[in-house]
């Protein structure tokens, strides 16, 4: 495998549903992120990791929930989602946290029904 | 407001044909990325500019960064089917990065 993977690449899932989303990056970076992008707006940074310490979080509701346990892997978790959640999310990765040149997974398709 | 606004939203062509999108902004930025999107992926990086007046050529894609750095432009000449995609704009300012909502090119064989 190389660059970033992103699993599952479709999620479909109820409002009361716990789920969670897995990034693993190969490319030897020590920044992940996770953006949501939704039609016709532009990519909103939700976290921010920087050698596994979370140093952004924008404002994100609770009900998303994420854990880096290393450099090489981030998860998103879910739960109680609403159906204005549903969108792709993307996770990302750079050099590092001041590194704007970042590599994106193809990202995963959530639906909240 | 968006802090990037990118035009037109929507640009379909024919094969062969040239195009510009846009990048604006107010704000003054210390770095601008351009990324391709295509259906079912994520972005790809294309190039990152730093200085102002800089010109970056990528095969048929130019990209050129404003003076005063605040905005940008990506010129692509004999458009292909495979330059189809969403042309997103990133741009950098006292460490924070934001993305533009994107430019959704469509290039008809």
């Known amino acids: 495998e190389t660059g970033v993977t992103q699993t599952p690449r479709h999620l479909v899932m109820g409002m009361t549903n716990k789920k969670s989303l897995k990034c693993e990056q190969h490319?030897?970076?020590?920044?992940m992120y996770w953006y949501k992008q939704s039609a016709k707006k532009p990519l909103e940074l939700m976290f921010v990791?920087?050698?596994?310490?979370?140093?952004e979080n924008n404002s994100v509701p609770s009900r998303f929930s994420p854990e880096c346990p290393n450099s090489s892997h981030l998860f998103l978790h879910l739960h109680t989602l609403q159906p204005e959640d549903s969108a792709l999310y993307l996770c990302?990765?750079?050099?590092?946290?001041?590194?704007?040149?970042?590599?994106f997974g193809p990202g995963t398709r959530l639906t909240v029904t | 407001t968006q802090l990037l606004e990118q035009s037109p939203q929507f640009l379909s062509i024919q094969e062969g044909e040239n195009l510009t999108v846009y990048c604006n902004s107010s704000?003054?930025?210390?770095?601008l990325q351009w990324y391709r999107q295509e259906p079912g992926e994520g972005p790809v990086l294309l190039v990152t500019?730093?200085?102002?007046?800089e010109v970056k050529k990528l095969k048929r894609l130019t990209f050129q960064f404003g003076d005063a750095r605040k905005d940008s432009s990506l010129h692509i000449t004999a458009a292909q089917p495979g330059d189809t995609g969403l042309y997103l704009c990133?741009?950098?300012?006292?460490?924070?990065?934001?993305f533009g909502a994107g430019t959704r090119l469509t290039v008809k064989p």
């Open positions: 500019v730093v200085t102002g007046g």
């Open positions: 990302a990765s750079s050099q590092d946290g001041r590194s704007y040149e970042q590599y």
């Open positions: 704000s003054v930025f210390s770095s």
């Open positions: 990791y920087s050698l596994e310490e979370r140093v």
């Open positions: 990133a741009g950098t300012r006292n460490n924070d990065m934001r």
């Open positions: 490319l030897g970076h020590n920044a």
